[in-house]
C-alpha cells in the first residue's frame, strides 16, 4: 500500500524554567534557529524524523547556554553528569496501522560531548535501552562517539553560576536550558529526543526524566513529545506518555496545556511539553517562568520564541 506523504513539521524547546538573564536572549536565539535550521534541513532533503531531532539537539548540546552537553549545570560535586534519550516510531512497510517503535537512553554520563547520539547508539546497536556508567562509554567508543574528558564539558559560564549558587544557598534553584526535539517527517516516522545536565543542586548520580522512556521522552504511533523541568515531578506523571496517549481524542495545542496544567501544576512542580501529531501538527506548553521553542513546517518556515506560561484552566 502507498502512504501519502506527510506534513512534516519539527517542534524543539531550549528547557523551561527561570526567565534567563535577558542579555542571553539574542545568543540563545541564535542558537535556537540554527538547531531548527539543522533539522529542518534533513527533513527537507527528505530524511527522517530520528535524524532531524538528533541533528537538532546535537547544536543545542554544542551550544554554551543550553544545559545539554557542553555548558550542562554542575552537581554539588562540581562535576558534569548528563542524562538523554531518543524514541522513534516508524510505520511498519505495507501496514498502515502498525508502527515499529524503538527507544535508547543514558544517564549520568560525563565524558560523552553528544549524549543525545549515544542513546541513539543504544538503540540501534545494543539490545538494551537505558545504559549508564562506564558500559555506556565503552558503547561510545564502539560507536564511534567522540570521548572528552569530563571537564571539557564545563564551561566558564557553569563554573561561574555554580560557584554563585553554591555560595548562596547549597546549589538547589531554577535554571533551564534542557534541550528535546520532535518532530514526523515526509514518510510519517515520528521521533522525540531529549537531552540535559540536569537540575541545579542535584546530587551525583541523581538520574531525572531526561533519560526515562515515557517521561521526559515518548513517541508512538500516535505522536511524539519531549518535556523539560522538574524531573522527578515528570517522571511521577509519566507525563510524555500520558500527553502521547491523550492524542488519541484531542490535539496536540490541547494536549500539551492539559498535561502540564492537569499532571504538573497540582505537584506543586514546574515543566514544559512540546508535542507533534501523526497530522503533523504541533503543540506546546509549559507553567514556568519562560519556555523557548523552535519550529519548522513546510508551511511557515523557521521561527523561535518565547511562550507564555499557563496561566488559569487549560482550554477543555
Ligand atoms: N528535566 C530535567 C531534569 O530534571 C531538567 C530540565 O528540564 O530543566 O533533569
Not at 88 to 117: H, I, L, M
Not at 180 to 208: C, F, L, Y
Given at each position: 500500500?502507498?502512504?501519502?506523504?506527510?506534513?512534516?513539521?519539527?517542534?524543539?524547546?531550549?528547557?523551561?524554567?527561570?526567565?534567563?538573564?535577558?542579555?542571553?536572549?539574542?545568543?540563545?536565539?541564535?542558537?535556537?534557529?540554527?538547531?531548527?535550521?539543522?533539522?529542518?534541513?534533513?527533513?527537507?532533503?527528505?530524511?527522517?524524523?530520528?535524524?532531524?531531532?538528533?541533528?537538532?539537539?546535537?547544536?543545542?548540546?554544542?551550544?554554551?547556554?543550553?544545559?545539554?552537553?557542553?555548558?550542562?549545570?554542575?552537581?554539588?560535586?562540581?562535576?558534569?553528569?548528563?542524562d538523554a534519550s531518543v524514541m522513534v516510531a516508524t510505520p511498519a512497510e505495507n501496514q498502515a496501522?502498525?508502527?515499529?517503535?524503538?527507544?535508547?537512553?543514558?544517564?549520568?554520563?560525563?565524558?560523552?560531548?553528544?549524549?543525545?547520539?549515544?542513546?541513539?547508539?543504544?538503540?540501534?546497536?545494543?539490545?538494551?535501552?537505558?545504559?549508564?556508567?562506564?558500559?555506556?562509554?565503552?558503547?561510545?567508543?564502539?560507536?564511534?562517539?567522540?570521548?572528552?574528558?569530563?571537564?571539557?564539558?564545563?564551561?566558564?559560564?557553569?563554573?561561574?553560576?555554580?560557584?554563585?549558587?553554591?555560595?548562596?544557598?547549597?546549589?538547589?534553584?531554577?535554571?533551564?536550558?534542557?534541550?528535546?526535539?520532535?518532530?514526523?517527517?515526509?514518510?510519517?516516522?515520528?521521533?522525540?529526543?531529549?537531552?540535559?545536565?540536569?537540575?541545579?543542586?542535584?546530587?551525583?548520580?541523581?538520574?531525572?526524566?531526561?533519560?526515562?522512556?515515557?517521561?521526559?521522552?515518548?513517541?508512538?504511533?500516535?505522536?511524539?513529545?519531549?518535556?523539560?523541568?522538574?524531573?522527578?515531578?515528570?517522571?511521577?506523571?509519566?507525563?510524555?506518555?500520558?500527553?502521547?496517549?491523550?492524542?488519541?481524542?484531542?490535539?496536540?495545542?490541547?494536549?500539551?496545556?492539559?498535561?502540564?496544567?492537569?499532571?504538573?501544576?497540582?505537584?506543586?512542580?514546574?515543566?514544559?511539553i512540546v508535542i507533534v501529531d501523526r497530522r503533523g501538527r504541533i503543540g506546546y506548553a509549559h507553567n514556568a517562568g519562560s519556555m523557548q521553542v523552535g519550529i519548522y513546517d513546510s508551511r511557515a518556515?523557521?521561527?523561535?520564541?518565547?511562550?507564555?506560561?499557563?496561566?488559569?484552566?487549560?482550554?477543555?
Amino acid at each position: 500500500m502507498t502512504r501519502r506523504a506527510s506534513e512534516v513539521s519539527l517542534v524543539a524547546h531550549g528547557g523551561a524554567g527561570a526567565v534567563g538573564p535577558r542579555e542571553e536572549r539574542p545568543e540563545r536565539r541564535r542558537g535556537m534557529l540554527e538547531a531548527i535550521r539543522a533539522g529542518a534541513r534533513v527533513l527537507r532533503q527528505g530524511g527522517s524524523a530520528l535524524d532531524a531531532v538528533v541533528a537538532t539537539v546535537v547544536v543545542l548540546e554544542d551550544h554554551p547556554l543550553f544545559n545539554a552537553g557542553y555548558g550542562s549545570l554542575l552537581n554539588t560535586d562540581g562535576a558534569v553528569e548528563m542524562d538523554a534519550s531518543v524514541m522513534v516510531a516508524t510505520p511498519a512497510e505495507n501496514q498502515a496501522a502498525r508502527f515499529d517503535v524503538k527507544a535508547g537512553a543514558v544517564a549520568a554520563v560525563s565524558r560523552v560531548r553528544n549524549p543525545v547520539r549515544l542513546a541513539r547508539a543504544v538503540m540501534e546497536n545494543t539490545r538494551h535501552l537505558l545504559m549508564v556508567g562506564r558500559g555506556a562509554e565503552r558503547l561510545a567508543r564502539r560507536a564511534g562517539i567522540e570521548l572528552c574528558r569530563a571537564e571539557e564539558l564545563i564551561s566558564p559560564r557553569a563554573r561561574k553560576r555554580w560557584r554563585e549558587r553554591m555560595a548562596r544557598q547549597g546549589g538547589a534553584g531554577a535554571a533551564h536550558g534542557t534541550v528535546g526535539a520532535v518532530a514526523i517527517d515526509a514518510r510519517g516516522q515520528m521521533a522525540a529526543a531529549t537531552s540535559t545536565g540536569g537540575v541545579p543542586g542535584k546530587m551525583p548520580g541523581r538520574v531525572g526524566d531526561s533519560a526515562i522512556i515515557g517521561a521526559g521522552t515518548f513517541a508512538d504511533s500516535l505522536g511524539a513529545a519531549s518535556a523539560t523541568g522538574e524531573g522527578e515531578a515528570i517522571i511521577m506523571a509519566t507525563l510524555c506518555r500520558a500527553a502521547v496517549g491523550a492524542l488519541a481524542r484531542s490535539n496536540p495545542e490541547r494536549v500539551a496545556r492539559r498535561a502540564i496544567a492537569s499532571l504538573i501544576a497540582p505537584r506543586g512542580a514546574e515543566a514544559g511539553i512540546v508535542i507533534v501529531d501523526r497530522r503533523g501538527r504541533i503543540g506546546y506548553a509549559h507553567n514556568a517562568g519562560s519556555m523557548q521553542v523552535g519550529i519548522y513546517d513546510s508551511r511557515a518556515g523557521i521561527r523561535q520564541l518565547w511562550v507564555e506560561p499557563l496561566t488559569g484552566r487549560p482550554g477543555s
